[in-house]
């Protein structure tokens, strides 16, 4: 029986998930083992209809997969097979040696997942965790095929005159860094130092604050799940000196691309992510910008942006 239901939205997306575990109570666990420290702040209580179900259910044996096509591999840690109309996640649980299998119809908005029946709580949470994660495939590929957002390595920022910023790089390049410098300020709010969402809402782009994975700015600040309008995008360095160059629209998507969660298994949702981006460097100024270890380069952005992006 499915006696639990729970409703979170995620960037304007209402996802829905039943099953016959407490998720109040794993979601508590969780924080406090240092899993899924923001989802409770998702939880949607409102009339809009879900976009995305999941059924969680809870099995002795997890389904054979059989002659499925493999599309997509991470790191071994997570596939992507097709079969038939279905998508099949399988995922390596690290704690539990086990593996982990979630299947989706083709548009990703009926999902099944299957989790092993245990007594460890630990590996339960882990089971969770991994499900939540699985979300940042899904809202990927879902944001792909409507052309209507990406999901970033960034750092994101709302400032207090309502402007956001967001500080894309890949790993090393300073993200938390930044967020940390960024935090010290007045009424300055740290949406996420790892994982941001861009969405375009009515011919604007919007930036997000996620849930999902994060540097080690999560042992600095609690994060905040909010949303801000997009100012500005910045390609972060280390540098020996704070310089900024603004980059053209082709310079731009040079740098955007490799910090994107690109769709690679399907080639429309791949060209409507380059279309998205085309738009978005289009009309939000983006800069390369090297920095120096300190928070002097917080007065330089905001010197800056205040002479350039009035």
């Known amino acids: 029986m499915l006696n639990y239901k729970v409703r979170i939205k995620i960037a304007g997306v209402i996802v829905q998930a039943q099953s016959d575990i407490a998720f109040t109570k794993i979601i508590k666990q969780a924080q406090e083992s240092c899993f899924l420290t923001h989802f409770d702040k998702l939880i949607y209580k409102g009339r809009q209809k879900s976009s995305v179900s999941i059924i969680i259910k809870r099995v002795n044996k997890l389904p054979q997969i059989c002659n499925a096509k493999q599309v997509f591999i991470m790191n071994k840690s997570w ?137 080690n700015f999560c042992d600095i600040l609690s994060l905040k799940i909010e949303t801000v309008c997009l100012g500005s995008i910045f390609f972060i360095y280390h540098a020996s ?26 080639k429309d949702c791949l060209k409507n992510i380059v279309l998205f981006c085309q738009d978005l460097i289009k009309k939000v100024p983006c800069y390369r910008l090297g920095f120096v270890n300190n928070k002097s380069v917080v007065g330089f952005v905001k010197k800056y942006d205040k002479r350039h992006n009035r």
């Open 79 to 215: 596939c992507l097979l097709e079969k038939g109309n279905k998508y099949i996640y399988r995922i390596m649980l690290e704690n539990s040696n086990n593996e982990q299998v979630i299947i989706a119809n083709r548009t990703f908005t009926i999902i099944t997942a299957y989790v092993l029946s245990v007594k460890d709580k630990r590996c339960l949470i882990e089971n969770i965790s991994s499900i939540c994660n699985f979300l940042q495939v899904l809202l990927a590929r879902n944001f792909a095929k409507k052309r209507c957002g990406v999901l970033v390595h960034a750092a994101g920022i709302k400032r207090q005159n309502g402007k956001g910023f967001v500080f894309a790089g890949k790993s090393g390049a300073g993200k938390s860094t930044m967020s940390d410098f960024w935090s010290k300020q007045n009424k300055t709010v740290v949406l996420n130092d790892e994982r941001i969402i861009i969405r375009k809402i009515k011919n604007r782009f919007f930036i997000f604050g996620s849930p999902f994975q994060r540097g």
């Open 241 to 266: 000196k704070n310089k900024i160059k603004k980059l053209s629209e082709k310079e731009a998507f040079m740098w955007i691309f490799p910090v994107l969660f690109p769709v690679f298994w399907d």
